[in-house]
């Protein structure tokens, strides 16, 4: 791992190293946060996130230092008050991680901790990365098989943070990972409690968020989960996004498919738990693995 020295992230591997963390790699720098591969004391390695990042793309850096470099920019530093805000943010993610540490199917909090200019905390290194490459592995039955058992895994974490009265907001193919064939949900960044306003009242769109981020992200419910984890199924088995009236979802199992199209509803109250989604996967997981199939 080579950075340039006046990339900000050396500063974040310097602080972490005189905490008596041993850094393996940089995984990724971004606006908010820092995640680096790390371990102590003869331990196995395991990712730890830093809040700390920067602001915005400044200017591109020259093809000689690119190679050097995480990415092709230089980032500009956040204000005083953009830092405080972020770092309230960042307390939250780990809060809520904390909270959720002993649900199933969520990368768990091992370890957390703070400098003086920022915090962190440590998590499990998942080996098996995530789940992006299973998008595009269609017509493989194998690969679909342990695709549909590990987003039935999601399903089942997704249900336990919703019983702890925890929204994601951020279900989509990065923050799934996967560890000895089982899906795990990560990135809390975003997530907020069912019964207390969090974030601007406006977001979107993206592909994977539910309609109702449009006026009601700050008041999001489980339902908005069910509608992101039905996309990403949709893309998975249908190899498209859902659009146009659900046009490719003949393509799904036709167990699934009653159960996509409704938690793919306009309206939140009329999705499905995602009990009912774990279950629908389930099955499919399983009808699908049977021989002759």
């Known amino acids: 791992m080579h950075l340039h020295p006046l990339h900000p992230a050396v500063w974040v591997l310097d602080q972490l190293r005189d905490?008596?963390?041993?850094?393996?790699?940089?995984?990724?720098?971004?606006?908010?946060?820092?995640?680096?591969?790390?371990?102590?004391?003869?331990?196995?390695?395991?990712?730890?996130?830093?809040?700390?990042?920067?602001n915005h793309v400044l200017a591109e850096l020259d093809a000689d230092s690119r190679k050097a470099a995480y990415g092709f920019y230089w980032y500009a530093e956040m204000t005083e008050a953009e830092r405080a805000l972020t770092r309230e943010d960042f307390r939250h993610e780990?809060?809520?991680?904390?909270?959720?540490?002993?649900?199933?199917?969520?990368?768990?909090?091992?370890?957390?901790?703070?400098?003086?200019?920022?915090?962190?905390?440590?998590?499990?290194?998942?080996?098996?990365?995530?789940f992006r490459p299973f998008l595009a592995t269609a017509g493989d039955h194998d690969r679909a098989v342990a695709g549909l058992g590990i987003l039935a895994d999601v399903a089942e974490g997704l249900r336990g943070l919703h019983e702890r009265g925890i929204v994601h907001r951020d279900v989509y193919q990065?923050?799934?990972?996967?560890?000895?064939?089982?899906?795990?949900?990560?990135?809390?960044?975003?997530?907020?409690?069912?019964?207390?306003?969090?974030?601007?009242?406006?977001?979107?769109?993206?592909?994977?968020?539910?309609?109702?981020?449009?006026?009601?992200?700050?008041?999001?419910?489980?339902?908005?989960?069910?509608?992101?984890?039905?996309?990403?199924?949709?893309r998975f088995l249908c190899e498209d996004i859902p659009r146009h009236g659900h046009s490719r979802l003949?393509?799904?199992?036709?167990?699934?498919?009653?159960?996509?199209?409704?938690?793919?509803?306009?309206?939140?109250?009329?999705?499905?738990?995602?009990?009912?989604?774990?279950?629908?996967?389930?099955?499919?997981?399983?009808?699908l693995a049977k021989p002759g199939h």
């Not at 720098?29 to 331990?43: D, K, N």
């Not at 990065?174 to 990560?186: K, M, V």
């Not at 449009?214 to 908005?224: E, G, I, K, N, V």
């Open 19 to 54: 905490t008596g963390w041993q850094v393996h790699d940089l995984l990724s720098f971004t606006r908010a946060s820092t995640l680096v591969l790390v371990s102590r004391g003869g331990a196995s390695p395991v990712v730890l996130k830093a809040g700390f990042g920067s």
């Open 94 to 130: 780990i809060a809520v991680a904390r909270a959720a540490a002993d649900a199933e199917h969520i990368v768990p909090l091992l370890e957390e901790g703070s400098t003086d200019r920022f915090d962190w905390y440590a998590m499990p290194f998942c080996s098996g990365g995530n």
């Open 174 to 234: 990065e923050n799934i990972l996967i560890h000895d064939g089982r899906g795990l949900i990560t990135d809390l960044g975003a997530a907020g409690l069912a019964d207390i306003p969090r974030g601007p009242a406006a977001r979107g769109p993206e592909v994977h968020w539910a309609p109702e981020y449009a006026t009601s992200y700050d008041r999001a419910t489980p339902a908005a989960d069910a509608f992101s984890l039905a996309v990403l199924i949709y």
């Open 250 to 287: 003949d393509t799904a199992p036709a167990g699934l498919q009653p159960v996509i199209s409704a938690a793919l509803a306009p309206a939140p109250q009329h999705r499905p738990a995602m009990s009912e989604l774990r279950d629908a996967l389930s099955q499919a997981a399983a009808s």
